[in-house]
């Protein structure tokens, strides 16, 4: 952990992690969701930490940034909470 898109990457893996694990305790006739939805945004973050310890700033804030849409837009974890 020693660059700041480590520190980014793993925060959004978390809280991707922690919706899944949540919505894993509903029953399955009421999720809405699916385990492949989880998946671009976890590769988002692999590949921003990846760019961002390579040296390739300028294109890991857009993945990263791109991931965290995803999270808010497609996988909805203000739903959790309402």
């Given at each position: 952990?020693?660059t700041?898109?480590?520190w980014?990457?793993?925060?959004?893996?978390?809280a991707?992690?922690?919706?899944?694990?949540?919505?894993?305790?509903?029953p399955?006739?009421?999720?809405?969701?699916?385990l492949?939805?989880?998946?671009?945004?976890?590769?988002?973050?692999v590949?921003a930490?990846?760019?961002?310890?390579?040296?390739?700033?300028?294109?890991?804030?857009?993945?990263?940034?791109a991931?965290?849409?995803?999270?808010?837009?497609?996988?909805?974890?203000?739903?959790?909470?309402?």
């Amino acid at each position: 952990m020693k660059t700041i898109f480590d520190w980014l990457a793993v925060l959004l893996f978390c809280a991707i992690a922690l919706t899944y694990l949540h919505r894993s305790l509903v029953p399955q006739s009421r999720r809405s969701d699916r385990l492949l939805g989880y998946l671009p945004p976890v590769l988002g973050c692999v590949a921003a930490n990846w760019l961002g310890n390579e040296g390739f700033a300028l294109a890991a804030y857009p993945v990263l940034f791109a991931s965290v849409v995803y999270y808010v837009m497609v996988l909805k974890p203000q739903q959790d909470f309402t």
